[in-house]
């Protein structure tokens, strides 16, 4: 019964699959060769890396997937792009900068988005990929979905930090991912003989207890043979798998860059004999799968489908110059919930967030948290007390220390559709992963032209106080508040953390939720009910006619008690808490001082490129008719955080330092 | 048909490279993947790469080592066997280093690139805002409280820091809106309002006025016109109050021709002709029309004389004739809420009558307090020509006639 074919060169799989694989490696030879000549005759304004040489590992690895799988990719993407489904026309708008482009002119070759078909997005960044992919997983995983995701990356990529945190998350939650190498032997231009210490990329899988393979790259049916067994793995909940393609780029690092300081021309010209195409090509051939005349007619056709796809991409229109403002943030988030009275029950600062948490996460499914001691332990700072208890680990993740690691992760499992909650204890630990949030989970939305919510909350404490010393004090609001596409909140009160912790949850944007530590006991007034608080709309915590102080978090309370210092004096002090600073509501502080006529900013933080700088600069701008004194600044010392009380408390404005400044700032 | 080969672009920044050496010689065959030819860029020494196949043909006047070329450079052909190649767009221009570049297959069928991007947002530039020495220090808050109030800054002593001016300071100083810094304007005088400036000092300088000032009980000619009006049309409306002025003075300096005389040198003369000047006032200033033998004329004749003299007036359609020959002068102020002033004598003419505004007072008749129609008259006369009394005695006359105006109007 068993049809044995007589010949020693049977092909794996069958005459279908052979032939598909066939058309894939051509499309994407072939697209790219008519990308070269689009650089070369300077109709791509931007730079070219071309995928010449690596097409076996994209079109085999890619062959098994289903639309819904996620593939996240690095600055080399066009061929997983092509052999996730992309058509070669909408690669080559992007990459010409036309409005048809898959990221619609956004991106260009490094920044490749469609994730209708499942191609996340390629990164100009290396192995944060590797964490996105993980981060899909993760969605997958909670969504009880099958689906599976890819991540490819280089040989450079492996030598990173993030490669070594993602394999590690991936391999303790089993998750469903496939981590492929393309070691085509140079990160840039520094060979992988010379950077890694153990240079048998796959031989590092055992590290994480995870499968690790190596195949030929240049061998379309051994990768697709690797690849089937890897999602084979991941679909059945196994867990991820490491496969390192061992191929070779024969085009320089980007079109236009030297090539023979690092390599030679025998070892490029040997590689290229090593053709995965023609390799393929044989293999029909001798297998008898296909006849010649059979390939030499797929080839013709795709030859004439790449020309053409290039001749429409280049009539195609350029965007819209007024576009570029689109998408920096969701443009259609839930409605809030509304604003409603304080009331006269009194709950403290954490309590006031947990309870928004715990509201979200009985709304939404696919809501779940992240941290360091967040599960059973319920957080470091009582943040998830009891919601353990209740939805379980894969909801309530405990992480291991390395915060780069599940940054990534969370920016991935938003991208696939999951709503994080990163708990980071201390804002100082977020730095690790200052990466991953700036340049991949702020950018995500706008990149993609809208087509990625990213919903992803930070949270973490910051602030002086008790002697935490200097990595565990810092305040960090301007830092965060300088890029688009982030939304930085500061509360003060228990009232104003539940309610702006709601809206962080619910308005489809990455929030950076800053708590101040020495607040995060205080007691306040906070309705049991859920209510959101919108962000850029500040507090007029005090009403007064002589002088304007806008504070944040800590200073809102040390500016409070100096305003009744200040009163028996005879000077009304006007209290503006902003309580979010990116947005800014400097329209409330502007009317403020219409009426005062002077203000003072009081800011925890250094005073360059601070918030109070920025508030100083937007009065200056819009307010300047209405000063009556020069705006002055109260803000910390600009040293790092020291440690012993009397040093500590030197650096930080108190309430006697508001008094002074404002006394001071009278007579002016 | 020949592939051409070029120079393509390297770099971002690439427009022009040094050829070095073909790497396959004429007429051997290329394939794609072949090192065709090597340029030097300022990055180092490269190999381009052929993306096409053929036969090389390397033209006679083709680049030679270190020969500049630019990106877009036509620099040789392939061919199929047995195909004739020409040459002919290969320059031979090598070693020119102008800006030649051949970018015509960069535009070709690419919709133009915008210019530059519009301009939708940017931040509000800070405005710059030059120190000022010469006057205190002040707040922009402060500042615009004094323009507002009408305080020169000057004034004010500023309490803030170093002296500044602030708000409070503002607020305190005294306002006077006569110390407010007003700008002065500078406007050309007219030839009208140089001849009225000239005529009016002489007159002040040449005369010797004075000013006589009563009220009439204007009552009895209020309700007369109230009369001519229930009886106007628009073509013709009831006559003015100093239409019947007018004919009431001509007849009484009929009576009292010393009023109607003018000082020559050293005599006096006494005018033949009683012509009265209405003063009228234009845009461009004040004019004076003449009614001539206004006492032989009359209301009617007299009233469409004069709307016909205003009317042209204020068009400055005046003949000098028309202008000249008065020999006394009525000005009626009354309209714009006077009640009585010192007109100034319409030189060489003895005396002008100022009529002023006409408003219900109460009065005592026969025991009793009724409302009466009052209205000043204003007469300004020269004492050099005539003395007090008997120009009172010409004013208390005139008085008379027109608190009873029906005699006179009517020639009895």
Redesign the interface.
């Known amino acids: 019964m068993k049809k044995t074919k007589n010949t020693a060169a049977a092909l794996p799989v069958n005459r279908k699959r052979g032939l598909d694989l066939y058309r894939m490696l051509l499309t994407i030879r072939l697209t790219e ?1 008519q990308l ?2 689009a ?5 791509i304004p ?2 070219c890396h071309s995928y010449i040489g690596e097409e076996a590992v994209a079109a085999g690895i890619c062959a098994d997937l289903r639309s819904d799988d996620t593939v996240f990719s690095t600055h080399r993407g066009h061929g997983h792009a092509l052999a996730k489904g992309l058509e070669p026309e909408m690669l080559i708008a992007e990459l ?1 900068g036309r409005s048809t482009g898959c990221s619609r002119g956004r991106g260009g070759s490094m920044h490749l988005f469609y994730p209708e078909i499942g191609l996340m997005g390629t990164s100009g960044l290396i192995a944060s990929c590797i964490l996105q992919a993980t981060g899909a997983a993760y969605a997958a995983k909670l969504a009880a979905s099958k689906r599976v995701s890819v991540a490819f990356f280089g040989d450079g990529a492996s030598n990173n930090g993030a490669f070594h945190e993602g394999l590690n998350m991936a391999g303790i939650w089993k998750l469903p991912v496939i981590f492929v190498c393309e070691n085509n032997q140079y990160a840039t231009e520094i060979s992988i003989r010379y950077s890694g210490a153990n240079p048998e990329i796959a031989e590092r899988a055992a590290a994480y207890n995870i499968p690790g393979v190596a195949v030929d790259g240049n061998d379309v049916l051994a990768v697709y043979q690797a690849a089937e067994e890897a999602v084979r793995r991941a679909r059945g909940g196994k867990g991820p798998t490491l496969i390192e393609c061992k191929t070779y780029r ?1 085009r320089p690092h980007g ?7 690092y390599r030679t ?1 025998e070892e490029v010209a040997d590689w ?1 004999a090593r053709c995965p195409i023609q390799a393929l090509r044989r293999r029909l051939l001798e297998s008898g799968t296909a006849a010649e005349k059979e390939l030499t007619a797929i080839e013709d056709e795709l030859q004439t489908a790449a020309a053409a796809a290039l ?1 429409a991409a ?2 195609d ?2 965007p819209e ?2 576009s ?2 689109r998408h920096v943030y969701d443009e259609s988030p839930p409605e809030p919930f509304p604003e409603l009275p304080a009331g006269s029950r009194e709950v403290n600062f954490i309590k006031a967030t947990l309870e928004a948490l715990a509201s979200e996460m009985e709304r939404n499914p696919l809501l779940f948290v992240l941290g360091e001691g967040i599960g059973e332990r319920g957080g470091n700072f009582a943040t998830t007390t009891g919601l353990f208890q209740k939805y379980g680990p894969l909801r309530l993740c405990d992480t291991p220390i390395c915060e780069r690691g599940f940054i990534g992760l969370a920016c991935g499992a938003a991208m696939a559709g999951a709503q994080p909650v990163v708990d980071f204890m201390f804002a100082d630990f977020v730095m690790d992963g200052f990466g991953e949030i700036i340049n991949q989970i702020a950018k995500m939305q706008y990149m993609s032209d809208g087509r990625l919510r990213m919903p992803v909350l930070l949270r973490g404490c910051i602030g002086i106080g008790h002697s935490a010393g200097a990595h565990h004090s810092g305040f960090y609001a301007a830092l965060f508040a300088h890029f688009p596409g982030l939304r930085v909140a500061v509360p003060s009160t228990p009232y104003d953390a539940k309610g702006l912790f709601l809206r962080a949850l619910r308005c489809g944007d990455p929030v950076l939720f800053l708590e101040h530590r020495e607040l995060i006991s205080i007691q306040g007034p906070v309705p049991e009910e859920d209510y959101e608080i919108e962000f850029g709309k500040a507090a007029v915590v005090r009403q007064g006619r002589d002088v304007t102080v806008v504070a944040l978090a800590m200073m809102v309370h040390h500016a409070l008690k100096a305003a009744e210092v200040l009163a028996a004096e005879g000077i009304e002090v006007e209290l503006v808490d902003p309580r979010t600073v990116l947005p800014l509501d400097t329209a409330t502080i502007i009317d403020s001082v219409r009426k005062t ?1 002077r203000l003072l900013v009081v800011d925890e933080d250094f005073a360059p490129c601070s918030v109070g700088g920025e508030i100083a ?1 937007a009065v ?3 307010g ?6 020069p705006v002055r600044r109260l803000q910390g010392e600009f040293v790092p955080v020291p440690y012993s009380p009397p040093l500590e408390s030197a650096i930080v404005p108190n309430p006697d330092h508001i008094v002074q400044a404002v006394r001071k700032l009278m ?2 | 048909m020949p592939i051409e080969i ?1 120079l ?5 920044s ?1 427009e022009k490279a040094a050829f070095v050496e073909w790497l396959k010689k004429d007429g051997e065959t290329v394939s ?2 072949d ?1 065709l030819f090597a340029v030097e860029t300022d ?2 020494v ?2 381009i790469e052929s ?1 096409d196949a053929g036969i090389l043909h390397i033209p006679p006047n083709g680049p030679q080592k270190d020969d500049i070329i630019h ?2 450079d036509v620099i040789g052909y392939l061919a199929e066997a047995g195909e004739t190649v020409s040459f002919d767009k290969i320059t031979g221009n090598w070693t020119a280093d102008a800006d030649t570049d051949n ?1 015509e ?2 535009t070709a ?3 133009a ?2 210019e530059e ?2 301009k ?2 940017l ?2 530039a ?2 710059v805002t030059p120190p000022c020495r010469e006057f205190p220090a002040v ?4 500042a ?1 409280k004094a323009l507002r109030a009408g305080i020169d800054l000057r004034t004010v002593t500023g309490s ?2 170093d002296g ?1 001016i ?2 409070q300071d503002i607020t305190a100083a005294p306002r006077s809106a006569a110390s407010a810094p007003v700008t002065d304007r500078e406007l050309p005088v007219s030839g009208l309002r140089r001849t009225i400036a000239e005529r009016m000092v002489k007159s002040l300088n040449a005369t010797a006025p004075v000013t006589l000032t009563a009220t009439a009980d204007v009552s009895k000619l209020v309700s007369l016109r109230e009369q001519f009006k229930l009886s106007a049309t628009p073509d013709e409306p009831a006559p003015a109050y100093h239409d019947f002025v007018i004919k009431l003075t001509a007849m009484t300096l009929a009576a009292y021709p010393m009023l109607n005389a003018r000082w020559e040198e050293s005599r006096i003369v006494m005018a033949g002709a009683i012509n009265i000047g209405l003063a009228v006032d234009t845009e461009d200033g004040l004019l004076v029309p003449v009614v001539r033998n206004a006492a032989s004329l009359t209301l009617r004749q007299l009233a469409i004389s004069t709307r016909d003299l205003v009317d042209r007036a204020r068009r400055r359609q005046l003949t000098p004739d028309e202008l000249s020959g008065g020999t006394f002068t009525v000005s009626n102020l009354g309209a714009l809420g006077i009640d009585a002033f010192t007109p100034i004598i319409n030189h060489p003419e003895c005396a002008i009558l100022g009529l002023g505004r006409i408003c219900r007072e109460p009065a005592v008749a026969d025991g009793q307090i009724v409302i009466r129609e009052r209205m000043w008259l204003s007469l300004t006369f020269d004492h050099r020509i005539v003395d007090g009394a008997p120009a009172a005695r010409f004013f208390d006359a005139l008085r008379r006639r027109i608190e009873n105006p029906v005699p006179g109007l009517t020639g009895w």
């Open positions: 060769e070269l000549r650089h070369q005759q300077g109709l931007g730079p010409l024969t079109e236009g860059m030297g090539d023979y300081t021309r290229k001749e280049t009539a229109p350029w110059a007024a570029v403002f006529g600069a200056a701008e819009m300047f008719n209405d000063l009556d004194a007579a002016e | 070029t393509p672009r390297q770099g971002w690439m794609p993947g090192p990055k180092a490269q190999d993306l990106v877009g970018d297959a960069q069928s690419a919709p690139v915008p991007p519009e939708v947002s931040s509000p800070a405005p707040s922009p808050r402060a615009g803030g820091a500044r602030r708000e």
